[in-house]
């Protein structure tokens, strides 16, 4: 069975239309207009256990939406959710018991509680028995490495320290599916690396199903089999990561080392262009659903004395970039 | 402080103007406020008609003499609003001090002329409250123009003396974190000292003299003693003297106060 | 049944967590109850040098005007100790998102709200309140059968579900508007009436303190019982009045909360 089921979910706002001036909020006031707006439209996917899936896209493309009706915090305008066969929204409570969330940008610790009380609390709410939070304390005290911070009240943690807390206090009930919004935001790089093999590690011994919002390339490459991407409120993406390339890196780019400085007027087929040119060394970028590699290096070597010429495969990170800067071409 | 106003009028007068600005934030708390202060005037209203109930004269007070001196106190209470605990406490934290610090403009005098903006706004949005006075509460107002020029000079000479020792109690913020229970205790102390609540001339002696020697009384209980007429005009020149020293006197401890307070934030950062 | 005892363990958890967090600073704790005491004190000064001045208020003498005010004060300081973050709901909670906490956990989210932070300067209030009824009972010599003690439990409890009905109805405002302190002062302030003796208001105000916003029925009706005064047992409704506000109360937290499922905010 799948952990989570997501079928045709929409979730449209209304945004009530202001009138500037005196006159314009006491019109609103009696007669409200509302714009719509369409966060999630029509969102479909499926996740089987155990899986890490990416959840990419720009701010306001409808990720943290759609998180929201995952959680039961939002009910969705039309369209299901199924949570290990749950209505998140309908069945809140019993849902929650099976989730952990994690809000990278908000705490959900108590700010002036030292870590281990804040991490007791949450194991009461969550009416776990004492002795498996025991085990549970001891292990991630370890695999987190939080022996020294849990006398520590969370607001003199540093970032990172905080973000291990943060984990463990998602975690320590043992969810089966776990949300994670941007969780290595703001950490420097071995932290980052710690924070990715924890939760590597520990989906692999828990068979925990994890969706991952992220703008880090890194988080994704080292995580996630598969990565759904977002888009005006539409899923544009959902398969594994190396096929994005296929499906999105269009341009690619060749350079030439030159014998002598190349013209300035140098023709070049349709779908490419010149990137940069200087010390003798030529790159173009271009567009290979619309010419291909041969054809540009023919037409060069046609004018200028070609020396060395190299083809590079198109970054991922280039492409998540273009894809967070919206300039996607998704036709 | 006057020299440098002087020389400087122009930036004063932007901080001042600051200052409706600011207000125009809190609409809906103008409205609710009248609400807020209605029921506050309702309440020592009925109190004080009750207290009279039996008797015609308290400590030589009518009952017409005392709602007058409490109505007044009432609409012209801001005279005693001066914010600057939280205003040094929270903009410390924040660390705005510093940045003001860095600025040059004396730090004093800037936060006299935003308090004396603060105070003419308030007044004008006071104004809903004198009209609830009057025609509520039937506070009468006085026409004689010695009267009032006489209350508004002891009312700013009595805000000046308690704005320098507010200065003073504001520094404290520079040693506590608890922002909070210092404002609301000084806020507590005020509500009383202030002679706002009861006339001062129906406090036992002793009483009396403590609320004389904290200077919130100079700044309401004063000046609105002027204005009833329980303080007679020939009294008046005595007491603007006296006030006189009062501004003088914490003008000078406020710098005093200051001058070793800052350290603690310029020397240990905070 | 299981699930309200579960419900009362966790709220001494949080109350025992809540206080070594206020442990840390203990100078706060006590400058915190400190204020409220003075803040208390700056009314009953003024209380005490009129009534210096003059027998009685409307037949109250200083003692039983003490009396009203100390119940009222304590009915308050149940609100204020157990329910103070109702007025930061929308400042702290809504507007920063961080209400979205409440709604991933297995807990009743306003449980989880009122029990996140326990107010430590309504302590402050409740010693008040304390001492102005045993110093009332004592000067007035006050014969404590069981149902008066009975009265006084009502009153107090009633009173202080009254305060939370209705700052609770008041703060759901949050979920809509940006700012609901506002709209919660206009109710809350009117406490202030029922510090003293309700018969020296015109018989509006009366009216207002008694079947509007109910403040009366935790210090007026309350007293005269004790005091054997008319109308005395009004106090016995206290308790139905304040289940039904907080019935309605609640009932409009849920609606608050269905609007911020559906908008988000």
Request: aromatic content about 12%; glycine content about 8%.
């Amino acid at each position: 069975m799948d952990a989570i089921v997501v079928d045709q979910l929409t979730k449209v706002f209304k945004i009530p239309k202001k009138d500037p001036g005196m006159v314009g909020a006491l019109k609103s006031l009696f007669r409200p207009r509302f714009d719509a707006k369409t966060a999630v439209d029509h969102v479909s996917f499926k996740i089987s256990p155990g899986e890490i899936v990416g959840y990419i896209g720009v701010n306001g493309a409808g990720k943290s939406t759609t998180i929201k009706m995952l959680t039961g915090v939002l009910m969705p305008t039309s369209g299901t959710a199924s949570i290990l066969g749950r209505d998140p929204h309908r069945q809140r409570v019993e849902n929650a018991r099976e989730i952990g969330v994690v809000f990278g940008q908000r705490t959900q610790l108590w700010w002036d509680l030292a870590l281990v009380e804040s991490l007791n609390l949450i194991a009461r709410i969550y009416d776990l028995p004492a002795d498996r939070y025991k085990q549970m304390l001891a292990q991630f005290a370890e695999t987190l490495d939080l022996n020294d911070l849990l006398k520590v009240p969370v607001r003199n943690m540093s970032l990172g320290q905080k973000m291990r807390s943060e984990l463990a206090a998602a975690l320590i009930h043992e969810p089966r599916v776990v949300y994670l919004d941007e969780p290595t935001i703001g950490l420097d790089l071995i932290v980052k690396e710690r924070i990715r093999d924890f939760i590597r590690t520990q989906c692999a011994a828990t068979g925990m199903t994890v969706i991952l919002t992220t703008h880090d390339l890194g988080d994704i490459e080292e995580l996630c089999q598969r990565v759904l991407i977002i888009d005006e409120g539409r899923i544009i993406y959902d398969g594994p990561i190396h096929a994005i390339r296929d499906r999105f890196g269009k341009f690619r780019e060749i350079k030439f080392e030159t014998g002598g400085e190349p013209a300035a007027a140098l023709k070049l087929p349709r779908g490419s262009e010149i990137t940069s040119r200087e010390n003798r060394v030529l790159q173009i970028r271009f567009d290979r659903t619309q010419v291909s590699a041969s054809q540009i290096a023919a037409a060069v070597m046609k004018q200028v004395d070609v020396h060395d010429f190299s083809l590079s495969e198109p970054n991922l990170a280039s492409i998540v970039k273009q894809i967070y800067n919206g300039a996607l071409d998704t036709k | 402080m006057i020299r440098r106003f002087l020389r400087e009028p122009p930036k004063y007068f932007a901080i001042l103007s600051m200052v409706p600005k600011v207000f125009m934030a809190y609409q809906v708390w103008f409205w609710v406020s009248i609400v807020l202060n209605a029921i506050g005037m309702a309440i020592l209203y009925f109190f004080w008609r009750a207290v009279y109930g039996s008797t015609e004269v308290i400590a030589g007070l009518t009952l017409n003499t005392t709602l007058t001196y409490i109505l007044f106190a009432q609409v012209f209470r801001p005279l005693t609003d001066i914010d600057l605990i939280f205003e040094f406490g929270y903009g410390l934290r924040e660390g705005g001090i510093l940045h003001l610090l860095l600025r040059p403009i004396n730090f004093q005098a800037m936060y006299y002329f935003q308090n004396l903006g603060t105070l003419g706004v308030q007044m004008v949005l006071q104004i809903p409250m004198a009209l609830v006075a009057t025609f509520v509460f039937g506070l009468k107002w006085h026409t004689d123009p010695a009267v009032w020029g006489a209350f508004l000079v002891s009312a700013l000479l009595g805000f000046t003396a308690l704005f320098f020792f507010v200065y003073c109690v504001a520094c404290l913020t520079f040693y506590t974190t608890e922002v909070w229970g210092l404002g609301v205790l000084f806020f507590g102390m005020s509500i009383f000292l202030s002679g706002g609540l009861v006339p001062l001339a129906m406090m036992p002696d002793w009483l009396q003299a403590v609320v004389l020697a904290i200077p919130f009384s100079q700044a309401l209980a004063v000046p609105i003693n002027i204005l009833t007429g329980i303080t007679p005009l020939s009294e008046v020149p005595r007491i603007w003297l006296s006030q006189g020293l009062w501004v003088l006197g914490l003008w000078l401890v406020s710098n005093l106060v200051f001058k070793v307070a800052i350290r603690k934030v310029t020397v240990q950062g905070g | 049944m299981a699930e309200f005892f579960r419900y009362i363990s966790l709220y001494r958890l949080f109350l025992v967590q809540r206080l070594k967090a206020l442990m840390e600073y203990r100078v706060n704790f006590i400058i915190g109850a400190a204020s409220t005491i003075f803040l208390q004190a700056s009314s009953i000064l003024a209380i005490w040098v009129v009534m210096q001045k003059v027998p009685d208020l409307n037949g109250w003498n200083y003692d039983e005007i003490l009396l009203v005010y100390g119940l009222i004060t304590l009915a308050k300081s149940i609100n204020h100790m157990f329910a103070d973050n109702l007025w930061t709901l929308g400042r702290v909670y809504i507007r920063s998102g961080g209400f979205d906490r409440f709604l991933v956990r297995p807990i009743n989210p306003l449980f989880h709200l009122l029990a996140d932070r326990f107010c430590q300067d309504g302590v402050g209030n409740f010693l008040v309140g304390v001492a102005l009824v045993i110093k009332a009972s004592i000067a007035l010599d006050l014969a404590w059968t069981p149902l008066k003690l009975l009265a006084l439990i009502v009153g107090v409890l009633s009173g202080g579900v009254i305060f939370i009905a209705l700052n609770l109805l008041t703060c759901v405002t949050s979920f809509w508007i940006v700012d609901s302190v506002p709209v919660t002062r206009l109710v809350f302030d009117n406490h202030l009436f029922a510090q003293y003796p309700l018969t020296i208001y015109p018989k509006a105000i009366n009216v207002l303190l008694t079947w509007i916003v109910p403040y009366g029925l935790a210090s007026f009706y309350p007293a005269s019982y004790l005091l054997d005064r008319d109308l005395g047992y009004l106090t016995w409704l206290a308790p139905l009045v304040a289940a039904f506000l907080l019935f309605i109360a609640y009932r409009a937290w849920e609606v608050g909360l269905k609007h911020y499922n559906s908008t988000g905010t």
